[in-house]
């Protein structure tokens, strides 16, 4: 049979074959947790009288933003299979240098910088998975203490101020009354549904999760597919750190710390598979309010900071525990 560079003729409709066939699990995951995310707020709602409140709305909107942008390309690498720990460390360099540059060359100069040095360092990273095969999580842990030493260094530790007044426009403009970064993050989500859904690009990055050597064997380009997930992560780590640093109108070195936790939490908890091929973006979506509002919740009703990671950790575990008890269930 005749083999392209996209693969061949017969590849799209076994995974559209085997996509149909994950859709009910898929389904079950995401109805399972939009009860759970429900139930949660009831709670809230019931608990303190603050949740139900046009300034705490506008508060989780902000929190789900700068989470969300970033569990976007967290699902594109986990789908193929790989992970990424440094992606809060990857916004914070990338904010870090764009606003150095910003206070010499201008607003457009520093953000562009930001832009390009987010998405570079996702390429080298990617590179290091998909063509040196190195393991993603050895590659991205180390990129994690790398960002993150790199922004202190970039300022000696110290918070960036200063920054042009015209910058914060991204974190607080609004388009009649809703928030610039809420369309944002509704463009870049749409985009990235449409193009897991809708395009061979989504398709190939499934196949690779599923499984990487029948994908190669296909004709499907499996290191630039691999390597481009994390190049595209690359890029939407440095999109949220633009964001927050914008609406802060600052640049801390701790900007994104320990997000990577959170993200990778968002994207499980929405019943995508840490071992690849199985999950989408729907899913993430509810993980990413299950975990926004959880957070904002145990805020408003005054739990400690320490406890409040804690409470991240269980839902994590129950969600895998769920994803367990399903598969099982499904292949008795």
Known sequence: MKETMYGSPNLIQKWKEKGNKLLSYTSQVEIVMTIAFILLCLVLTILTPRFLTIRNFRNLFWQATFLGIIAIGQTLVILTGGIDLSVGSNAAVAAMFGGIVMQQFGVIPGVVAMLLLGTLVGVIKGFLVAYARLAAFIVTLGFLSIGRSATYLLTDGRSLVGLPEAYRFFGNAEIGSVPLYLIVFIVLFGMAYFMLKQTKVGLYIYAIGSNEEAAHLSGVRVRFYTALTYAITGFLCAVSGLILTSRLGAVDPDTGINIELNAIAAVVI????????????????????IITVLNNGLNLLGVSPFWQGAAVGVVIIFSVLLDSIIRQLKST
């Open 270 to 289: 929405g019943g995508t598979s840490l071992a690849g091929g199985k999950g989408g973006l729907l899913g993430t979506l509810i993980g990413i309010a």
